[in-house]
């Protein structure tokens, strides 16, 4: 439970400090820059590019691996210059 009132507060401070920097920023309320930051958040993936750990934004890669036990593995491919999502076993058409 600690953990969740740490990220709440994290969120709050970030907040807070983009609305000081940006007067404008304002506009928007706390409830609706957590609820963009949680949507965008869960399409960061931990990569390696080229040797260098960094993030990457990968829209929708999120919604494909929610079974347990998982059915794809994903990585930064540098030779496809991509993301690449692959199955780990056979995946029936349709599931």
Same mark, same amino acid.
């Given at each position: 439970?600690?953990?969740?009132?740490?990220? &709440?507060?994290? $969120?709050?401070?970030?907040?807070?400090?983009?609305?000081?920097? *940006? %007067?404008?920023?304002?506009?928007?309320?706390? +409830?609706e820059y957590s609820?963009?930051?949680?949507?965008?958040?869960?399409? &960061?993936?931990? $990569?390696?590019?080229?040797?260098?750990?960094?993030?990457?934004? *990968? %829209?929708?890669?999120?919604?494909?691996?929610? +079974?347990?036990?998982?059915?794809?593995?994903?990585?930064?491919?540098?030779?496809?210059?991509?993301?690449?999502?692959?199955?780990?076993?056979?995946?029936?058409?349709?599931?």
């Amino acid at each position: 439970m600690t953990q969740i009132y740490e990220k &709440i507060e994290d $969120i709050k401070i970030d907040y807070e400090l983009i609305c000081r920097e *940006v %007067p404008q920023f304002a506009q928007f309320t706390i +409830r609706e820059y957590s609820e963009l930051r949680m949507i965008t958040c869960s399409r &960061i993936f931990g $990569i390696t590019v080229n040797g260098v750990k960094t993030d990457g934004f *990968v %829209p929708y890669a999120d919604m494909l691996n929610h +079974r347990r036990p998982r059915q794809t593995t994903w990585y930064y491919s540098d030779d496809k210059e991509g993301f690449v999502i692959e199955a780990c076993d056979d995946i029936p058409r349709g599931s």
